[in-house]
Structures are given as C-alpha cells and as structure tokens.
C-alpha cells in the first residue's frame, strides 16, 4: 500500500529529497493561509500535517500533497469571524465526513464529465492565483494586503509595496533562486534543483548578512504535537444549520480541487490514479485533522508540482514531506525560520511558469469558439471567485454548447412506401435541444392516414424526446391517422416504458432488427 519500493534506492532517495523540498516550501504557505482564515498559524501547519501525512498514505494519487489551501481558506475567513475557530473544527469534521460519502458513493467518477477546455482554464486560473498569492510578499509589513485574503480574491489595489533597497534585494534574491532551479538541471539531477536553490540563497543570505524578511518574520513555527480535541460548539439542530452549508462548499472545493490535481499529475506522470480512494483518504484526513485542531484542507497544485518536477513520483515524497514539516514544528523551528521568504518565492515563481498552460496561447485560434471562451471563463472565475464555481461554470457552459451543436445534428427525410404510408426516418438523438427541429418537419394534415417514423438511426435521449414523440401524436390522433413507431432500441424502448401513461403511442417493434443499441453505455 506504501509503494515504497526500498530496493530501488534512486526513488527513494528521489522521494524523500523532494519530500524535503516540499516541506520548506509547505511552511511559509500553511502560515499564510492559515492567517487568510483567521487563525493562529499552528492551525495551518498542523493541517498540512495531518492532511498530508494521511493522503500520502492511503490517497489515490502517489506523489500528490495535500495540506492547507488558499481555496479552502478564503470560505472559512466568514464562518471563523462569524462563529470562532471552534466552529471551523466542526465544519472540518462534517466536510471529512462528506467527502467520504462522495468517495464511497464513487461520485469521483464525475470527474471525468470535466472537458479539456476547463481543465486548462482551471490550470491557468490556479497558475495566475499562486502568483498572486506570492506578490504579497512584496508589500509592506503591517499594511493593507499585508497576510490577508486581498491577494486570493485577486485583487492588488490599495496595497503598499515595498521600494528601494529592500525590493531589489528582494527580486535579486528571487531571481537567483529561480536562475538555480531553471540551470542546475542541466548539469547534474542528484539533487533537487529547489532545494539547491533554497539551501544556497539561505546561505547567501546569512553568509552576507543581507537583510531581507524571513520564514519567522511572519510568524513563528514552534508548538508540539497536535492534540486530541473535539470541537466546543453545541450539538444540536442550531449548529448543524450554522456548518451545514459551509461544510458542503469546503468539501465540493477540495474534492474538485483534488480530483483536478491528481489529473493533472496524471498527465505528468503518464500514470493513472484512483479518485474515489482519493475522495475517501482526503475526508478522513479531514475529519481527523478537525478532531485534531487542523483547518482542513486538500490537494494542492502548486506543491505537487515542486514534488513531481523534484522526482517524487511515490508515497513516500509526501510522508517524507508531513513528517518534515512536523519535525520544523517540534525540533528545528529556529532554522527554518532563518529561510529566507525570497527564496520560496522565487520556487514558487518556477511552479506558476510550469504550471500555466502556456500552449494554450498557441491553440487558442485552433480550437471553436466556445472551448475558447470556456478557456477564458474558467481562468477568470478561479482568480475572480473560488476553483468549485469556476468548474461549475465552464461546465455547465460546455454542456450548453454542446446540446447546441448537436440540436443541429437531427436530420429527419420523408418519403412514401409500397403500401401507401407517409414513411419518416429520423437521423440524430432526439433531447432537449433537438425537438423543436424535430416537431417542425411534421405535417399531420398532409401526410398519409398511416404514418411510420423509423428510429433505426436515431434514439430518444430524454423526457424532452418523450414529450415530443407524445405531442406528435397526439396531432396524428387529431388529423385522425395512425402512427407507429419502428426499430427503436432496447433504451428507448426502456424509456417509453418507464414514461407509462405519459406516453400513449401505438409501438410497433422489430425484433431482428438492432441498429440503435446504447454502445455508450
């Protein structure tokens, strides 16, 4: 279950160096996002913890990592402000519980209803918020914008920037890192390029004594092991109504999110992962780290990509990296507080550039219209809003498009056979989008008194098609003709059946002929 694989030393000493890359970069992120929900920065890094440790070992997606995400953060900022951070736990617990139910009930299966053109635009839109989540190392301590959920809603207006010395050292700093990470593979892969990066800007810094913020000048990373404790709130109908609706937002984001992400390192990887093992391991993370003192959390982008381009592909890159990060809390949380802020920025940097989809510059004049503008939309809705909504949104607008389309697909010719019936053969699925076309290429007053319709290339697709085919006749029964209805599939047939009184046709079916069976299903 751990796929360690200790005979192959190259993967393990691969997992546990990216495992450690990650880890530095977790810190300086689980703080920042735990101040973006109102609480104490332990919340975030306990989070990122238990989140990570318990995924990594039982999740669906070898060498993704979970813990504390801005997504998460900016729905939870209202509930702790409104209710305390006791109430947060309990949202946590409920939102682990759910998520356990969509992974048992297989709803991870849906993840394959998402098109491509949203994929790239959640890629895109997640890309553009990590930078902007790092642009706020670039204002001033103290100041607006300083920590708070202004850069997550994507928005940099009335932010105090920092100016001379200190944001050239800055970007000196950042350049450095991301100038390591971009050539040192080019000479040798033994070590993680970030971390490379990481440890010689570290000692740069110290080195010269530059002054230039660090880890601990956020907040400090010091505590002990979490502790068991079950959320202070009253179990009763009250706060169940409080939780309820913020638990399921929480929960729909961070299985989007995730299942999105284990996507995404599907791709990279050329492998397959399991997402609704992957729903189930991140509610139980999620529960316990809600029992636990944690802020919940999922899968996040940005990390999983450090560990994969780090050459962690197992489960043991993201244990490696929760018992890290937990190490840094416990044992060696003054050095990793020394870690400049400029460094983790600058690996950041590196991860929204291998993140975007710069391609889709290229093919976005190749591709129709619509998946364009699904592209476009659901980039700008992540950075504007929340990752849940955009996807619900580039999916429901794919799904419009595409009834669109294929409303123009029905194609219905006439023609008069050998015993003097108005024959009509229907091309095309009757839905929705199709009837109205469908109805109009009728004409009971003309037609023959005996009327077949023949459905051999076509198949009725839902009630829409029930309706129609019961209007029709029922025009047919006013001109005083009969009609029938020939070679329907078995799935038609099936429908027809279940519709019971709704439907009242005469059904003449053929039993050698099976032209519109379900290959779909």
């Known amino acids: 279950m751990f796929e360690f694989h200790p005979s192959k030393a190259a993967t393990v000493k691969n997992d546990m160096l990216s495992g450690l890359t990650v880890a530095l970069a977790l810190v300086p992120e689980a703080v920042a996002f735990a101040f973006v929900a109102g609480v104490e920065p332990l919340v975030g890094l306990y989070a990122a913890f238990m989140v990570g440790l318990i995924t990594a070992c039982i999740g669906g997606r070898p060498g993704m990592i979970s813990g504390a995400t801005g997504a998460l953060a900016v729905v939870m900022v209202t509930l702790v402000a409104d209710h305390g951070v006791e109430y947060l736990f309990a949202t946590v617990v409920l939102m682990g519980i759910l998520q ?81 990470i971009h050539f040192l593979p080019r000479f040798t892969t033994a070590l993680p390029s970030s971390l490379v990066a990481i440890l010689t800007v570290s000692l740069l810094v110290f080195g010269l004594d530059l002054d230039t913020r660090v880890v601990g000048d956020i907040a400090s990373i010091k505590g002990g092991l979490p502790t068991f404790h079950i959320p202070s709130v009253p179990l009763n109908f009250e706060t169940l109504s409080t939780i309820f609706p913020y638990a399921v937002v929480l929960a729909a984001i961070g299985l989007i999110e995730s299942l999105l992400t284990l996507r995404l390192v599907d791709e990279i990887t050329e492998s397959r992962g399991h997402g609704n093992r992957e729903c189930v391991a991140q509610g139980i993370a999620n529960t316990t780290t809600g029992l636990f003192g944690g802020m919940g959390g999922c899968a996040m982008i940005g990390q999983s990509m450090i560990n994969v381009n780090s050459g962690g592909r197992g489960r043991l890159s993201g244990i490696t990296a929760a018992l890290c990060l937990l190490l840094f809390i416990l044992v060696a949380s003054p050095l990793i507080e020394q870690i400049p802020l400029a460094a983790l920025i600058g690996v950041m940097f590196i991860v929204v550039i291998g993140t975007f989809e710069w391609s889709s510059f290229r093919v976005i004049r190749k591709v129709p219209r619509t998946d364009a503008l699904v592209l476009v939309l659901v980039s700008a809705v992540t950075v504007a809003t929340d990752l849940a909504v955009a996807v619900v949104v580039g999916v429901i607008v794919s799904a419009l498009a595409f009834a669109w389309e294929h409303a123009k697909y029905i194609r219905i010719e006439a023609r008069q056979d050998h015993k003097g019936s108005t024959v ?71 429908l027809l059946r279940r519709a019971g009184n709704l439907v009242e046709v005469n059904v003449i079916e053929d039993p050698k002929y099976f032209v519109a069976d379900d290959v779909l299903g």
């Open 100 to 180: 356990i139910a969509a992974g048992v009930t297989r709803l991870g299966k849906f993840i394959r209803m998402v098109p491509h053109p949203v994929m790239l635009g959640f890629v895109n839109g997640l890309a553009i918020v990590i930078f902007l989540a790092q642009l706020n190392q670039f204002g001033v301590e103290g100041q607006p914008g300083w920590l708070d959920d202004t850069f997550m809603q994507g928005s940099i207006v009335d932010v105090a920037w920092l100016s001379g010395s200190q944001l050239y050292m800055l970007l000196g700093l950042v350049g450095v890192t991301m100038l390591i």
């Open 424 to 494: 009509y053969a229907v091309t095309g699925p009757l839905f929705f989008g199709s009837v109205t076309s469908f109805l109009e290429r009728f004409d009971p007053q003309q037609d023959n008194d005996d009327v077949v319709i023949d459905f051999a290339r076509s198949r009725v697709a839902d009630h829409s098609g029930l309706e129609a085919i019961d209007t029709l006749a029922e025009r047919y029964l006013s001109a005083g003709k009969t009609l029938h209805l020939v070679h329907l599939s078995d799935e038609c047939r099936r």
